[in-house]
């Protein structure tokens, strides 16, 4: 594990405030009738202005800056001129930067236009599950109360956790060890110490917690067909608590 310096970790922060800036500025363009490619080009218009570079372009041969997923699309959905967002329609957004060598990374989950109640429940709790897992990184915890955390919030308003799937360290490369498990028993794996960033990011599935991939080898669906919601925050442990690079914190 990678730990980072303080200068190291504002570098950090600001690639991830950019990450952020360009996440508000996709979600207010996106609306019944665009097209996930419009958004996917706005996104790297506003990256190269703000100085950076898309981080996910060209990792692994993934061809664009934004993951559009859509719907029972879990993650990793590729942006496309044919697919346009349809009223009712919930999306993950997740956006990677490299600025001045250092990678940010985090997504949200949007509705376009109206969004069913059922729909909302599920992005309320997922980012619920994103925000309790944030107060578990601080020194004295250990890795695993993360994936606890997460599994219990999401389990007790009856959704499921993927397993497939999982969160990182990140740095100057966005997958550093270790993995962080969105689900299993706390209190194992390596204590928490300042100067570790990790990108934490649960993705909860409305129905059965099963990935399947499609044949482009990216886009990962539920087996249900159901709806699924994924948001993630890359959070520095601190002396003082968590700190969550490009929004606030410790
Ligand atoms: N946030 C995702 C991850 O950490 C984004 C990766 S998309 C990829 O795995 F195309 F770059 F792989
Ligand atoms: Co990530």
């Known amino acids: 594990m990678v730990l980072k310096t303080p200068d190291e970790l504002a570098v950090m922060d600001r690639a991830n405030s950019l990450v952020h800036d360009t996440l508000r500025l996709v979600a207010e363009a996106a609306a019944p009738g665009v097209s996930t490619k419009e958004l996917d080009r706005?996104?790297?218009?506003?990256?190269?202005?703000?100085?950076?570079?898309?981080?996910?372009?060209?990792?692994?041969?993934?061809?664009?800056?934004?993951?559009?997923?859509?719907?029972?699309?879990?993650?990793?959905?590729?942006?496309?001129?044919?697919?346009?967002?349809?009223?009712?329609?919930?999306?993950?957004?997740?956006c990677g930067v490299v600025l001045d060598g250092f990678i940010g990374d985090a997504a949200i989950t949007v509705p376009i236009g109206d969004m069913a109640p059922e729909a909302k429940r599920l992005l309320d709790v997922t980012r619920e599950c994103l925000e309790l897992a944030v107060e578990v990184v601080r020194p004295?915890?250990?890795?695993?109360?993360?994936?606890?955390v997460i599994q219990k919030h999401a389990e007790a308003a009856g959704f499921s956790v993927v397993r497939?799937?999982?969160?990182?360290?990140?740095?100057?490369?966005?997958?550093?060890?270790?993995?962080?498990?969105?689900?299993?028993?706390?209190?194992?794996?390596?204590a928490l110490r300042p100067g570790l960033v990790l990108a934490i990011e649960p993705m909860v599935n409305a129905g059965v917690s099963g990935v399947m991939f499609?044949?482009?080898?990216?886009?990962?669906?539920?087996?249900?067909?159901?709806?699924?919601?994924?948001?993630?925050?890359?959070?520095?442990?601190?002396?003082?608590g968590p700190w969550v690079l490009g929004v606030g914190g410790a």
């Not at 790297?44 to 664009?64: T, V």
């Not at 993650?75 to 009712?88: E, M």
């Not at 360290?169 to 706390?186: C, K, L």
């Open 42 to 94: 706005l996104a790297e218009e506003h990256i190269r202005a703000g100085g950076g570079r898309p981080a996910f372009k060209g990792y692994h041969g993934y061809p664009a800056t934004l993951c559009t997923s859509v719907n029972d699309v879990i993650v990793h959905g590729i942006p496309s001129a044919d697919h346009k967002l349809r009223n009712g329609d919930v999306m993950g957004l997740d």
């Open 140 to 148: 004295g915890s250990r890795l695993t109360d993360i994936g606890a």
């Open 164 to 190: 497939q799937l999982v969160g990182h360290g990140i740095g100057r490369s966005m997958h550093e060890d270790p993995q962080v498990y969105n689900f299993g028993p706390g209190g194992r794996g390596p």
């Open 214 to 240: 499609d044949d482009d080898g990216w886009t990962a669906r539920t087996e249900d067909g159901k709806l699924s919601a994924h948001f993630e925050y890359s959070v520095a442990v601190t002396e003082n």
